[in-house]
């Protein structure tokens, strides 16, 4: 039963589930009726490689594997006979399913009831997340199975290591993007929660990814496209202006990283707007409305985000510590790469800010009222 834990440690009453999961099925109603279930663009890649599988034509890549576990699950959808529009059915329950664990991680420093139940109402109206559920992508499935996995490894103990690598293999089979969870516990394990033996198994671990992806990079055309760094594009697809700081011009023969080291100013400039884009969900090619609703809605959860860091780093450093490493690392793919028109690769890094920002609200609740009190779990 969801959010039964918390419950059970009066942190949350069965009315405040009952209010939770309204707000997020509300959400997911308007957004569905509003856009319908999307399978086109990148859906459609997933659901007709999933169709190639079963009748037997599957053009095998290194690059594939890394959605295969989201691929698999369409599989078994048309084995049944199902729609592949019946995978929004799945995508809404695991959305169900993340919520309750936002909430359970999130009560490891938050101890009072109204900040919690706040917290899940903003995750559950965050429009930045729940927009995607209706969409047949990768993203959101990604972000969910994250979310649950970041509680297990935050709350695992000596014996039940299992968790966590049990999302460490599956995170890289969902999005490429996996392979940073393993870093995150990589770092977890080397410094903010020593285990030594841990930490030589993940590097170990890591290495094999490394070269899985760079397999993947070198040997599977059309996985990685150059130009979105030759052409100096911030956003994938849309020119910048930055080529206008060129020192060296391209040469033929020229790698990637050479022609970004051979011109500073621009790769500089190019990194840091990239950054900021991480962040910032307006587009130049979006209605005024669209980018006042989505950076209006990425700001507050940004601002609380911030009060809750500055308070998580008094009351527990380690949890600040290694939420800010998953924020950092998560940036790392918009940034080297580019960033997705539609905003879709910060996912992730949102995973981290809104744990964050549901430590900002107790902050501030405690302050205004003189109540509550975010302390670390002995789990952590």
């Given amino acids: 039963?969801?959010?039964?834990?918390l419950e059970k440690q009066g942190l949350l009453t069965s009315k405040d589930r009952i209010l939770v999961y309204s707000i997020w099925g509300a959400v997911q109603v308007v957004f569905l009726v509003s856009f319908g279930i999307n399978d086109h663009w990148d859906?459609?890649?997933?659901?007709?490689?999933?169709?190639?599988?079963?009748?037997?034509?599957?053009?095998?890549?290194?690059?594939?594997g890394f959605y295969s576990a989201y691929i698999f699950v369409h599989v078994l959808l048309r084995l049944a006979g199902l729609p592949a529009k019946c995978m929004y059915v799945i995508q809404l329950l695991l959305s169900a399913v993340a919520l309750d664990y936002f909430m359970r991680t999130l009560s490891l420093w938050v101890r009072s009831r109204m900040p919690l139940l706040i917290s899940g109402i903003l995750y559950a109206i965050c429009v930045n997340i729940q927009q995607w559920v209706s969409i047949l992508f990768t993203d959101p499935v990604f972000f969910d199975v994250q979310t649950i996995a970041i509680y297990y490894l935050l709350t695992e103990r000596d014996g039940r290591m299992v968790r966590s690598w049990i999302f460490m293999i599956l995170?890289?089979?969902?999005?490429?993007t996996g392979v940073l969870f393993s870093v995150i516990a990589f770092v977890y394990w080397l410094v903010v929660s020593p285990r030594w033996r841990r930490s030589v198994t993940a590097g170990i671990w890591l290495l094999f990814l490394g070269v899985w992806v760079y397999l993947a990079l070198?040997?599977?055309?059309?996985?990685?496209?150059?130009?979105?760094?030759?052409?100096?594009?911030?956003?994938?697809?849309?020119?910048?202006?930055?080529?206008g700081d060129l020192r060296v011009q391209?040469?033929?023969?020229?790698?990637?990283?050479?022609?970004?080291?051979?011109n500073p100013k621009m790769t500089g400039r190019l990194f840091v707007?990239?950054?900021?884009?991480s962040f910032s969900m307006s587009r130049s090619f979006y209605s005024s409305l669209h980018n006042w609703v989505v950076e209006g809605d990425a700001m507050l959860y940004y601002l609380l985000a911030v009060i809750g860091f500055v308070g998580l780093l008094k009351t527990d450093t380690r949890a600040g510590l290694i939420l800010a490493?998953?924020?950092?690392?998560?940036?790392?793919?918009?940034?080297?790469?580019?960033?997705?028109?539609?905003?879709?690769?910060?996912?992730?890094?949102?995973?981290?800010?809104l744990l964050f920002a549901g430590v900002g609200v107790?902050?501030?609740?405690?302050?205004?009222?003189?109540?509550?009190?975010?302390?670390?779990?002995?789990?952590?």
């Fill in 218 to 243: 070198t040997r599977d055309q059309g996985f990685f496209f150059p130009n979105h760094n030759l052409e100096a594009n911030v956003i994938c697809g849309y020119p910048s202006g930055l080529l």
């Fill in 362 to 380: 107790s902050n501030i609740y405690r302050w205004i009222t003189g109540k509550g009190q975010n302390f670390p779990d002995e789990n952590f």
């Fill in 273 to 277: 707007e990239r950054l900021f884009k």
């Fill in 325 to 353: 490493v998953g924020v950092g690392v998560f940036c790392v793919p918009c940034v080297v790469f580019c960033v997705d028109s539609m905003g879709r690769f910060s996912l992730p890094v949102f995973c981290f800010v």
């Fill in 171 to 176: 995170l890289p089979l969902i999005r490429p």
């Fill in 43 to 64: 859906a459609y890649r997933y659901i007709s490689t999933a169709q190639d599988i079963v009748t037997g034509h599957w053009d095998r890549r290194w690059n594939t």
């Fill in 250 to 262: 391209y040469r033929e023969g020229m790698s990637v990283i050479d022609f970004l080291w051979a």
């Fill in 1 to 5: 039963m969801f959010l039964s834990s």
